[in-house]
């Protein structure tokens, strides 16, 4: 790792990390890569998309609405999020994402520490090999990374 700062300007952001999750980007802003305690993305949610309930064991999270409509369940309260909604979920907080609109939505997505990059490029990776409704594969690749599934998985998640 570097001590050097990120600057990231619309312009070079195209040019940025990204990978393709459910047919849509996210963006690495940044990674363990450039930083020691944190990790951010930008995230494309497609309309339909659920994460299904899930937990971290160190991780925290927390994510701020850009554009569209999701809903949220963190611990036991529901949350219906539009643009400017900020939510923070510390490590052993029960939570799930599901994009509710039938338009795409968009998250800035923080993760410390850093690291989950690495999950959501072997998601990815499953995706373009057309195995991203292996429930099996999926929930394997959540265990590695920091993350017990609650809920069962659907496709896409």
């Known amino acids: 790792m570097n001590a050097t700062p990120v600057i990231r300007m ?9 990978v393709t999750l459910a047919g849509h980007p996210m963006v690495f802003l940044v990674t363990g890569k450039d930083a020691k305690h944190t990790s951010m993305f930008d995230w494309t949610i497609p309309p339909g998309f659920a994460t299904g309930l899930h937990v971290h064991r160190v ?54 520490p850093p690291g989950h990059e690495h999950y959501f490029r072997k998601l990815a990776e499953l995706g373009a ?16 990374y920091d993350t017990d599934q609650l809920s069962a998985l659907t496709a896409g998640s």
């Open 10 to 18: 619309p312009a070079e952001l195209a040019g940025n990390e990204e």
């Open 59 to 112: 991780q925290e999270e927390s994510f701020y609405l850009l554009e569209g409509e999701c809903e949220w369940l963190v611990g036991d309260q529901a949350v219906r999020a539009t643009p400017g909604a900020y939510l923070f979920v510390p490590p052993g907080v029960p939570h799930n994402i599901t994009n509710v609109s039938a338009k795409s939505a968009r998250v800035l997505m923080t993760v410390s």
């Open 129 to 144: 090999q057309g195995r991203h409704g292996d429930v099996k594969a999926v929930g394997e690749l959540r265990a590695r």
